[in-house]
Protein backbone atom coordinates (compact mmCIF):
# COMPACT_ATOMS: atom_id res chain seq x y z
CA UNK A 1 0.00 0.00 0.00
CA UNK A 2 1.10 3.89 -0.37
CA UNK A 3 1.82 5.53 2.66
CA UNK A 4 1.15 9.12 2.62
CA UNK A 5 3.19 11.09 5.47
CA UNK A 6 2.09 14.65 6.37
CA UNK A 7 4.42 17.46 8.12
CA UNK A 8 3.86 18.61 10.32
CA UNK A 9 1.20 17.11 12.35
CA UNK A 10 -0.09 20.83 13.74
CA UNK A 11 0.95 24.07 12.33
CA UNK A 12 -0.07 27.66 14.55
CA UNK A 13 0.20 30.42 11.66
CA UNK A 14 -0.62 34.24 12.24
CA UNK A 15 -3.68 36.15 10.01
CA UNK A 16 -2.24 37.16 6.86
CA UNK A 17 0.65 34.64 7.10
CA UNK A 18 1.41 31.60 4.58
CA UNK A 19 1.08 28.24 5.52
CA UNK A 20 2.69 25.63 4.49
CA UNK A 21 1.40 21.56 4.60
CA UNK A 22 3.82 18.45 2.88
CA UNK A 23 2.74 15.31 1.68
CA UNK A 24 5.05 12.63 1.08
CA UNK A 25 4.47 9.47 -0.68
CA UNK A 26 5.86 5.92 -0.08
CA UNK A 27 6.18 5.50 -4.16
CA UNK A 28 5.41 7.89 -7.25
CA UNK A 29 1.87 8.69 -7.85
CA UNK A 30 2.76 10.13 -11.38
CA UNK A 31 1.33 8.13 -14.15
CA UNK A 32 3.65 8.60 -17.11
CA UNK A 33 1.03 8.33 -19.69
CA UNK A 34 -0.98 10.83 -18.89
CA UNK A 35 1.83 12.68 -16.99
CA UNK A 36 -1.20 13.03 -14.00
CA UNK A 37 0.06 13.27 -10.09
CA UNK A 38 -3.02 11.16 -8.62
CA UNK A 39 -2.51 13.43 -5.24
CA UNK A 40 -5.60 16.04 -3.65
CA UNK A 41 -6.34 17.61 -0.89
CA UNK A 42 -8.90 18.06 1.43
CA UNK A 43 -9.90 20.60 4.57
CA UNK A 44 -11.96 19.60 7.22
CA UNK A 45 -13.40 21.75 9.19
CA UNK A 46 -14.85 20.51 13.12
CA UNK A 47 -18.56 18.80 12.34
CA UNK A 48 -18.21 18.43 8.79
CA UNK A 49 -17.37 16.46 5.83
CA UNK A 50 -14.17 16.83 4.37
CA UNK A 51 -13.89 19.54 1.16
CA UNK A 52 -11.86 18.96 -2.14
CA UNK A 53 -9.44 21.83 -2.73
CA UNK A 54 -6.83 20.67 -4.98
CA UNK A 55 -6.61 17.51 -7.33
CA UNK A 56 -4.14 16.31 -9.99
CA UNK A 57 -1.47 17.92 -7.43
CA UNK A 58 -1.97 21.44 -8.12
CA UNK A 59 -6.04 22.19 -9.74
CA UNK A 60 -8.20 24.16 -7.65
CA UNK A 61 -11.25 22.74 -7.24
CA UNK A 62 -13.82 25.14 -8.69
CA UNK A 63 -14.87 27.34 -5.57
CA UNK A 64 -11.53 27.71 -3.98
CA UNK A 65 -10.21 30.55 -3.02
CA UNK A 66 -6.87 31.42 -4.78
CA UNK A 67 -4.98 31.59 -1.54
CA UNK A 68 -4.83 27.96 -1.81
CA UNK A 69 -2.26 25.91 -3.93
CA UNK A 70 -0.90 22.79 -4.43
CA UNK A 71 2.08 22.10 -5.86
CA UNK A 72 4.78 18.73 -6.30
CA UNK A 73 5.24 16.07 -7.94
CA UNK A 74 6.43 12.39 -8.27
CA UNK A 75 6.63 11.52 -4.12
CA UNK A 76 6.62 15.05 -2.50
CA UNK A 77 3.97 17.55 -2.54
CA UNK A 78 2.18 20.89 -0.92
CA UNK A 79 -0.11 23.30 0.14
CA UNK A 80 0.62 26.34 0.21
CA UNK A 81 -2.45 28.92 1.89
CA UNK A 82 -0.79 32.09 0.61
CA UNK A 83 -2.76 34.90 3.49
CA UNK A 84 -4.05 32.79 6.07
CA UNK A 85 -7.77 33.69 6.83
CA UNK A 86 -9.85 33.09 9.87
CA UNK A 87 -11.69 30.54 8.74
CA UNK A 88 -9.19 28.50 7.06
CA UNK A 89 -8.60 27.14 10.39
CA UNK A 90 -9.23 23.31 9.83
CA UNK A 91 -7.33 19.77 9.30
CA UNK A 92 -6.04 19.61 5.99
CA UNK A 93 -5.49 15.76 4.31
CA UNK A 94 -3.46 14.77 1.22
CA UNK A 95 -4.86 11.69 -0.54
CA UNK A 96 -3.75 9.52 -3.34
CA UNK A 97 -5.63 8.02 -6.15
CA UNK A 98 -3.11 6.20 -7.93
CA UNK A 99 -2.98 2.89 -6.59
CA UNK A 100 -4.26 0.05 -8.85
CA UNK A 101 -6.49 -1.98 -8.32
CA UNK A 102 -8.08 1.53 -7.31
CA UNK A 103 -7.41 1.51 -2.52
CA UNK A 104 -6.77 5.50 -2.32
CA UNK A 105 -5.03 6.59 1.18
CA UNK A 106 -4.91 9.51 3.06
CA UNK A 107 -2.15 11.11 5.07
CA UNK A 108 -2.64 11.12 9.03
CA UNK A 109 -3.80 15.48 8.76
CA UNK A 110 -2.33 18.56 9.52
CA UNK A 111 -4.14 21.11 12.04
CA UNK A 112 -3.49 24.37 11.07
CA UNK A 113 -4.72 26.89 13.82
CA UNK A 114 -4.17 30.56 14.85
CA UNK A 115 -1.06 31.85 15.95
CA UNK B 1 -25.40 21.78 -5.95
CA UNK B 2 -24.94 17.59 -5.67
CA UNK B 3 -26.66 16.14 -2.44
CA UNK B 4 -25.43 13.31 -0.43
CA UNK B 5 -27.53 11.75 2.58
CA UNK B 6 -25.98 8.81 4.80
CA UNK B 7 -28.34 7.02 6.64
CA UNK B 8 -28.66 3.71 8.60
CA UNK B 9 -25.80 3.87 11.11
CA UNK B 10 -26.64 3.34 15.10
CA UNK B 11 -25.45 1.34 17.97
CA UNK B 12 -24.72 -2.51 17.03
CA UNK B 13 -22.71 -5.30 19.44
CA UNK B 14 -20.03 -6.79 18.17
CA UNK B 15 -20.58 -9.18 15.15
CA UNK B 16 -23.68 -7.96 14.61
CA UNK B 17 -24.47 -6.49 11.15
CA UNK B 18 -25.73 -3.17 10.00
CA UNK B 19 -26.43 -1.55 6.16
CA UNK B 20 -26.08 1.89 5.19
CA UNK B 21 -27.88 3.78 2.51
CA UNK B 22 -26.28 6.70 0.89
CA UNK B 23 -29.20 8.87 -1.21
CA UNK B 24 -27.64 10.85 -4.25
CA UNK B 25 -29.64 13.89 -5.32
CA UNK B 26 -28.63 16.73 -8.36
CA UNK B 27 -26.31 14.45 -10.47
CA UNK B 28 -26.51 11.71 -12.82
CA UNK B 29 -25.62 9.00 -10.28
CA UNK B 30 -24.98 6.01 -12.65
CA UNK B 31 -22.12 8.23 -14.26
CA UNK B 32 -20.09 7.98 -11.16
CA UNK B 33 -18.03 6.25 -9.04
CA UNK B 34 -19.32 6.17 -5.15
CA UNK B 35 -16.87 5.41 -1.95
CA UNK B 36 -16.99 5.21 1.35
CA UNK B 37 -14.71 6.75 3.50
CA UNK B 38 -15.26 6.21 7.60
CA UNK B 39 -13.64 8.47 10.19
CA UNK B 40 -13.21 7.39 14.02
CA UNK B 41 -13.71 9.20 16.89
CA UNK B 42 -11.19 11.93 16.71
CA UNK B 43 -8.94 9.96 13.78
CA UNK B 44 -8.36 10.81 10.14
CA UNK B 45 -10.08 9.51 7.24
CA UNK B 46 -9.58 5.93 5.70
CA UNK B 47 -11.12 4.75 2.66
CA UNK B 48 -13.34 1.61 3.17
CA UNK B 49 -14.78 1.11 -0.51
CA UNK B 50 -15.67 1.88 -4.26
CA UNK B 51 -17.74 0.44 -6.78
CA UNK B 52 -17.88 1.59 -10.36
CA UNK B 53 -21.38 3.52 -11.89
CA UNK B 54 -22.47 0.26 -13.53
CA UNK B 55 -21.93 -1.16 -10.04
CA UNK B 56 -19.96 -3.89 -11.74
CA UNK B 57 -17.02 -3.38 -9.92
CA UNK B 58 -15.91 -2.91 -6.83
CA UNK B 59 -12.79 -2.87 -4.38
CA UNK B 60 -12.12 -2.90 -0.81
CA UNK B 61 -9.64 -1.82 2.02
CA UNK B 62 -8.18 -5.08 3.36
CA UNK B 63 -9.41 -4.02 7.04
CA UNK B 64 -13.24 -4.68 5.56
CA UNK B 65 -12.56 -7.18 3.20
CA UNK B 66 -14.31 -10.32 3.29
CA UNK B 67 -17.11 -8.57 5.74
CA UNK B 68 -18.25 -5.45 4.46
CA UNK B 69 -19.93 -5.43 0.49
CA UNK B 70 -20.66 -1.95 -1.15
CA UNK B 71 -23.87 -2.21 -3.80
CA UNK B 72 -25.55 0.58 -5.72
CA UNK B 73 -29.37 0.60 -6.85
CA UNK B 74 -28.72 2.90 -9.92
CA UNK B 75 -32.51 2.87 -10.58
CA UNK B 76 -33.12 4.55 -6.65
CA UNK B 77 -29.70 6.81 -7.22
CA UNK B 78 -29.11 5.03 -3.89
CA UNK B 79 -25.81 3.36 -2.39
CA UNK B 80 -25.29 0.90 0.00
CA UNK B 81 -22.56 -0.97 2.44
CA UNK B 82 -23.58 -3.85 4.11
CA UNK B 83 -21.04 -4.29 7.18
CA UNK B 84 -21.22 -8.41 8.65
CA UNK B 85 -19.16 -8.89 11.83
CA UNK B 86 -19.22 -5.44 12.86
CA UNK B 87 -15.62 -5.34 15.68
CA UNK B 88 -15.16 -2.59 18.00
CA UNK B 89 -12.88 -0.57 15.33
CA UNK B 90 -15.34 -0.84 12.99
CA UNK B 91 -16.76 2.45 14.98
CA UNK B 92 -16.47 5.51 13.09
CA UNK B 93 -18.93 8.01 11.25
CA UNK B 94 -19.31 6.56 7.74
CA UNK B 95 -19.27 8.84 4.45
CA UNK B 96 -20.23 8.33 1.61
CA UNK B 97 -18.42 10.42 -1.22
CA UNK B 98 -18.69 10.97 -5.03
CA UNK B 99 -15.87 10.13 -7.58
CA UNK B 100 -15.31 13.53 -9.63
CA UNK B 101 -14.89 12.67 -12.99
CA UNK B 102 -17.28 10.22 -15.10
CA UNK B 103 -16.99 6.99 -14.71
CA UNK B 104 -13.16 6.75 -13.50
CA UNK B 105 -12.33 4.81 -10.27
CA UNK B 106 -9.04 6.21 -9.42
CA UNK B 107 -9.96 9.55 -8.61
CA UNK B 108 -10.37 12.34 -6.12
CA UNK B 109 -13.88 12.51 -4.56
CA UNK B 110 -15.91 16.11 -4.96
CA UNK B 111 -19.21 15.70 -2.98
CA UNK B 112 -19.79 14.02 0.12
CA UNK B 113 -22.29 13.50 2.66
CA UNK B 114 -22.58 14.57 6.13
CA UNK B 115 -21.83 10.81 7.22
CA UNK B 116 -23.76 8.57 9.63
CA UNK B 117 -22.35 7.46 13.26
CA UNK B 118 -21.69 3.57 13.98
CA UNK B 119 -20.95 2.58 17.39
CA UNK B 120 -19.80 -1.44 17.77
CA UNK B 121 -20.02 -1.84 21.62
CA UNK B 122 -21.21 -4.69 24.11
Known amino acids: DIVMTQSPDSLAVSLGERATINCKSS????????????LAWYQQKPGQPPKLLIY???TRESGVPDRFSGSGSGTDFTLTISSLQAEDVAVYYCQQYYSNPPKCTFGQGTKLEIK | EELLLESGGGLVQPGESLRLSCAAS????????MNWVRQAPGKGLEWVSVISGSGDRTFYADSVKGRFTISRDNSKNTLYLQMNSLRAEDTAVYYCAKGRELELLRISFDYWGHGTLVTVSS
Open chain 2, 26 to 33: RFTFSNYA
Open chain 1, 27 to 38: QSVLYSPNNKNY
Open chain 1, 56 to 58: WAS
